[in-house]
């Protein structure tokens, strides 16, 4: 149940960022998070490796192409920020027994039952997350345009 508390103020927090640098390591937690979650589920942990592989190579080609456009960036605190995260880690501790969150902890998958209807919802979100990456990091390097970066 932690985990999801702190998936969600992961997802949260990450509107109000306005660095790369931290947005970057906002996904990476994100993304620890969600293969260790799919790892406890399954009873094999293979999934949440390759899954974490795909993300963690996707998150690299986005960095690099980021970094490349804005390298100089100062990294500043927004006090909005630092006074919203109490706030968000006591209204997720009042009330967090959603029905879909007791459901999610409740349930003991296969492989072969991964497919199933609770967590074919989330990998459909996973599949069109991969595929606009895909297309987005297409539209950067598309060869109109040309390299990012002259020499």
Known sequence: MFMLNFLLILSLSFIFMKHLMSMGLILLLQTLLITIITSMFLNS?????????IFIGGMLILFLYMISIASNMKFKFSMIFILLIPLMLTMLNIKMNFFFFKQILNINLLLTKFFSYPTFLIMLLLMMYL????????????LKFGPMRQK
Do not use: C, Q
């Not at 942990?45 to 592989?53: A, E, G, N, T």
């Not at 595929?131 to 598309?142: A, D, G, R, V």
């Open 131 to 142: 595929f606009l990456t895909l297309i987005m990091s297409m539209k950067i390097i598309n």
């Open 45 to 53: 942990s293979f999934f949440s490796y390759i899954l974490f592989l």
